[in-house]
């Protein structure tokens, strides 16, 4: 008998069914049990059997042909292209301010230039200021009331301050502190002082937006002479005074502020020391309260004009020496942080050598720079010397012409070389003017520039301006409201490269005089013919 599935429903009515249609199972049913009585009614549907499991998964079909191959899609970008011409990378550290030419030999005008540079060797490329788009148009002002100015800041708002001295305000001369914006218009000006004379060869913008200025008095203190060191607040306006000497002549010609935030002034006493004029050395905490002092030198006149924080803590001290070396010469002292010698060097030969700046450069070692009378073409040069960190020259240049010139300031600038201001009676439209020379890393002279009248003019200070530019320092009789004013000067600046000439072999560069980013430069050329 066909077996029903549980899954109809009908089980129990079909069962019934089934059994009246079979005569054979009837009969044999009937010789057992009474005979049936009609027929019930059918019985109610029973509940739904469980779902059968899943059969098997039938075999794939199968794999259809390939369709057509698709319509060709647009064409990508061309691949790069070899130039014709590859310059590779050009060491133009001392190109500044000059006219150079690349040499190709493709004897071709028809083509396209690539012109990129870097800044260091290992620096990335770049194309600032490409065309010599970078220039800004120099300045220069002069302030009443001021008569020489021997030292200049940039402050922290991109203005200048100078600090020297003025016979304008009471008896004798004033410290005199006139302070600018970037355009150098003048913002105010200050004067500090006794009866006496009172000159300040130096200003620092302390830390704290102040400034600090020191130099000399013979206004008040213990001897004929002392250093004084004036401090004020970001207004000028004097905080504190300090006089430091002896009985003596005590001349304070340079100061920084330490890390710890006092101040460290050098120059040359004759109140102590082993000679006649000995370099003193004064160490003070933040409020100017005395430390430490030192004197350097022998039985001759020795002195100091410039002072440096070095990168260890100690202390550089460059000026000249009659009692150690040939005649008068650069003399350079280094000292621990508490100011004991650690060693000193002489250079020069059998003239007056004297060294009236310093900075410490970026390899450690140090910059000198002065006037010599030993060596170069003239009277006098401006003489730098360059030496490394345990003060062993390295080498030595002179810049000048057949009269007197003489550097009294150096910075080491942005790209690595080097910038020395003072006055030159070689050059210029004048008596004597303000001299600004350039030189590479090497001191390789790159360009000079006067700056002044028919009068005097003569520069003591130069600092590297944050636009890449010079502002220079100092004093004219040549223009200004008569007899000497302060006179500060601000150079052009020129950024960037500039291409300026071609022919079919050749293509001529101009590197910006003040230029930051072109150290280096590669030309790549394509031909188009």
Known sequence: MEKVGITTGKFVAGLVIAILASSAIAAAVSTQLLIAGPQGPQGATGPAGPTGATGATGASGATGATGATGPQGLPGPPGPYLPDYDSGWVNL?????????????????DMIIDIRGKTTASGGANQRYLGLTGNVQGWNKTYQGGNVALSVVQASDEGYALSGYSVSFGVGASFYLVKTDSAGNALWNRAYGGTGTDIAYSVVQASDGGYALAGETDSSGAGGIDFWLVKTDSAGNQQWNKTYGGTGSDYAYSMVQASDGGYVLAGQTNSFGAGGYDVYLVKTDASGNMQWNKTYGGEKWDSSSSVVQTGDGGYALAGYTHSYGVSSDFWLVKTDSAGDVLWSKTYGGGGGDSANSLVQTADGGYALAG???SFGAGINDFWLVKT????????????????????????????????????????GAGNVDFWLVKTDSAGSQQWTKTYGGTGVDIAYSVVQASDGGYSLAGYTDSSGAGGIDFW?????????????DSTANTITLYRGATDINWNYVQVRIWKLD
Do not use: C, M, P, R
């Not at 550290?93 to 005008?109: A, D, P, R």
């Not at 000067?489 to 291409?499: M, R, S």
């Open 488 to 500: 500060l000067v601000k150079t052009d600046v020129e950024l960037g490269l500039a291409w300026t």
């Open 93 to 109: 550290t001392s190109n500044s301010g000059k006219y150079f030419t690349i040499t190709h030999n493709l004897n071709s005008v």
């Open 371 to 373: 006037e010599t009378a």
């Open 388 to 427: 490394d960190s345990a003060g062993n020259q390295q080498w030595n240049k002179t810049y000048g012409g057949t009269g007197f010139d003489l550097a009294s300031s150096l910075v080491q600038t942005l790209d690595g070389g080097y910038s020395l201001a003072g006055q030159t009676y070689s050059y």
